[in-house]
């Protein structure tokens, strides 16, 4: 069965430093993937994604990931976090046999430190 | 204008009451999606409807009722919900129900069942 997978449940980081979430997916083929952000109380916005073509995708509040498929990782990064980016990060997939059917991972916590 | 509006935000309701959740988008999508997610988990689908016309049932209990009545808006209809059901709910958009698909999310409506 398809899955996808978030090692991190939690991450503190300072503000200012660089941030990597961590996304690793299980299919045969090539699915298309998501980063969603999910503030506090709020719902998903999302940050990239990507189908196919150049593997590093640039996202809004300056995100970007890297799609390696023989890694069949997708991982988020940011060069330098805000305050404001503290919030949970969902990774998500869909596969083309299942419509448009996103599975999600199960999150990462990210907490920034003064 | 990426927005999908959910009411109400909040809901508490009693284990006999019938409630509705109402989401309604505006950007010409034609498919729409219910999703549930319980505190600190990621979302999980619960029904999307593609065109007007329900596609996928995750199997879900029949004190949901999804109704779709135009491409616009979307009701989720809640009967005999057990307190186990409060969670929020998430409403979410696409242009089409393909994989693939840029799938926008409201910003939930979070239920309390008493």
């Known amino acids: 069965a398809q899955s996808v997978t978030q090692p991190d449940i939690h991450i503190t980081v300072s503000e200012g430093a660089s941030l990597e979430l961590r996304c690793n997916y299980s299919?045969?083929?090539?699915?298309?993937l998501f980063w969603y952000v999910q503030s506090p109380g709020q719902g998903l916005q999302l940050l990239l994604k990507y189908f196919s073509g150049d593997t590093l995708v640039q996202g809004i509040k300056g995100f970007e990931a890297e799609f390696k498929r023989s890694q069949s990782s997708f991982n988020l990064r940011k060069p330098s976090v805000h305050w404001s980016d503290a919030a949970e990060y969902f990774c998500?997939?869909?596969?083309?046999?299942?419509?448009?059917?996103?599975?999600f991972g199960g999150g990462t916590r990210v907490l920034v430190k003064p | 204008d990426t927005e999908v509006t959910q009411t109400p935000k909040h809901l508490v309701m009693g284990m006999t009451n019938k409630k509705s959740l109402k989401c309604e988008q505006h950007?010409?999508?034609?498919?729409m999606y219910w999703y549930k997610q319980k505190a600190k988990k990621p979302p999980e689908l619960m029904f999307v409807y593609s065109y007007e016309k329900l596609s996928i049932n995750e199997s879900v209990p029949s004190r949901f009722s999804p109704e779709c009545p135009n491409s616009s808006l979307l009701n989720l209809h809640l009967h005999a919900l057990q307190p186990e059901d409060s969670a929020l709910y998430l409403c979410?958009?696409?242009?089409?129900?393909?994989?693939?698909?840029?799938?926008?999310f409201g910003e939930g409506s979070w239920l309390t069942v008493v």
């Open positions: 299919y045969g083929a090539t699915p298309y």
């Open positions: 998500a997939v869909a596969f083309k046999a299942a419509g448009n059917k996103l599975t």
């Open positions: 979410a958009s696409s242009q089409g129900g393909q994989p693939g698909n840029t799938i926008y």
């Open positions: 950007m010409g999508h034609r498919a």
